[in-house]
Nanobody, 114 residues
Framework: VQLQASGGGLVQAGGSLRLSCAAS????????MGWYRQAPGKQRELVAI???????NDADSVKGRFTISRDNAKNTVYLQMNSLKPEDTAVYYC?????????WGKGTLVTVSS
């Protein structure tokens, strides 16, 4: 299983970015897809996850600003990030879970300037 993430970059506070992560390889169906992030000097933390039925779980810090979605036909998960804040600066990692195993993408850097 390979995960290809894209969409990171530099944005000013209040701006928006959209992350994408496409899964490829040999698998039957993906259960949970989502995003974690890791800021410098901090532990990796959950941002948002979505299951195969579209049920989501978002971190309190991003509620109302970030929206996770998925396209099952494309095995792709998206993260629409609005009203970005400097504290959102981090490396964002996508994750997919199936067959009892978690697979991680390499990460994409999001930098929010004040």
């Amino acid at each position: 299983v390979q995960l290809q993430a894209s969409g990171g970059g530099l944005v000013q506070a209040g701006g928006s970015l959209r992350l994408s992560c496409a899964a490829s390889g040999s698998f039957f169906s993906i259960n949970v897809m989502g995003w974690y992030r890791q800021a410098p000097g901090k532990q990796r933390e959950l941002v948002a996850i979505i299951d195969g039925r579209g049920r989501t779980n978002d971190a309190d810090s991003v509620k109302g600003r970030f929206t996770i979605s998925r396209d099952n036909a494309k095995n792709t998960v998206y993260l629409q990030m609005n009203s970005l804040k400097p504290e959102d600066t981090a490396v964002y990692y996508c994750i997919v879970s199936f067959g009892g195993t978690n697979y991680w993408g390499k990460g994409t850097l999001v930098t929010v300037s004040s």
